[in-house]
């Protein structure tokens, strides 16, 4: 492709499939075609970018869904983000044929490799927001707010979230720095040597708030974890990393690990004793105290 090839290809895919884009100070917002292609009215969550320095176009669904699920829905692949040859990756230490300590630990819990989405039909309301998480920086001012969205389809409700960042002249639509939730609370426990839990969403750290515990999460769900939000927890006493009990909860749990391991005091990995997660387990009537080590995980990280 020429100079900027893949913004001009990725752009006009989303301008075809999701109508056209608005275009902000940093990022342009389309209409996600992965959990906003139904036709109506939503806010846009899918920002894209153009990274001169690797010369890449950067998709980012602020409501946690996937590049791939993106793209496919376009009709594209990863190498359209690229203006030439996608780089090559870096050998990760995996075997060939030969699971990384996430997938063992998926595999000996019973639990499948992949998540297949469930066909919920069509949306038979509007979407309504249900919930909103205020992030802060580390002064204590607003810098974002991810809103959470309940939609009824026809075989159920379906969650989404969409992102808000704060600017000079008020909130817009859109992504924001990666900040751990609750950031100052995380800041008075590195302090002060107390405990901090990782948790998967903002609703699981609202628990564990309420069970006395200081806890965080970063926004976007389980793919959205950064060496950004790992910045902030060096020199913890203790981290405990609460796994949601499924494929993406284990892997999002080793990421969160693998960024900590080598900065905090000590490390664990931790799922509900009963359900899926953090609330499930408080909601069942255990205690924080009661939550389970997550076999395979908690002791590779625990003791490296």
């Not at 906003?36 to 869904?65: I, P």
Request: glycine share 12%.
């Amino acid at each position: 492709m020429g100079t900027q090839g893949s913004w001009e290809t990725i752009n006009r895919a989303l301008n075809r499939v999701s109508g056209p884009g608005k275009r902000g100070v940093e990022w342009t917002t389309y209409l996600c075609p992965v959990h906003e292609g139904d036709g109506r009215r939503h806010r846009a969550s899918l920002g894209v970018v153009y990274n001169s320095a690797r010369q890449r176009t950067v998709l980012r669904c602020f409501a946690g869904c996937s590049d791939e699920d993106v793209l496919e829905r376009l009709g594209l692949r990863v190498r359209d983000l690229f203006d030439g040859p996608p780089p090559q990756r870096r050998p990760t230490g995996r075997v060939e044929g030969v699971p990384g300590v996430a997938d063992r630990a998926i595999l000996a819990a019973g639990l499948p490799l992949s998540v297949v989405k469930r066909d919920y039909g069509p949306p038979i309301r509007k979407p309504q927001n249900v919930a909103s998480y205020l992030y802060r920086g580390p002064d204590g001012r607003s810098a974002g707010c991810v809103v959470r969205v309940r939609t009824l389809h026809r075989q159920g409700h379906v969650k989404s979230f969409y992102q808000l960042r704060r600017t000079d002249t008020g909130w817009e639509n859109g992504g924001f720095a990666h900040l751990p939730f609750r950031l100052p609370d995380v800041i008075d426990a590195v302090r002060n040597g107390h405990d901090i839990y990782v948790c998967e969403g903002e609703a699981d750290v609202l628990t564990a708030i309420h069970a006395g515990v200081t806890a965080t999460c970063n926004a976007g769900g389980a793919q959205g974890w950064r060496a950004e939000h790992a910045h902030w927890l060096r020199g913890a006493r203790r981290v405990w990393v609460v796994a949601d009990r499924d494929a993406p909860g284990y892997r999002h749990a080793a990421k969160v690990a693998d960024s900590l391991q080598n900065s905090v005091g000590e490390l664990r990995v931790v799922q509900a004793r009963d359900g899926k997660d953090l609330t499930d387990h408080c909601d069942a009537g255990h205690q924080i105290s009661e939550l389970d080590p997550v076999p395979i995980l908690d002791a590779y990280y625990r003791h490296r």
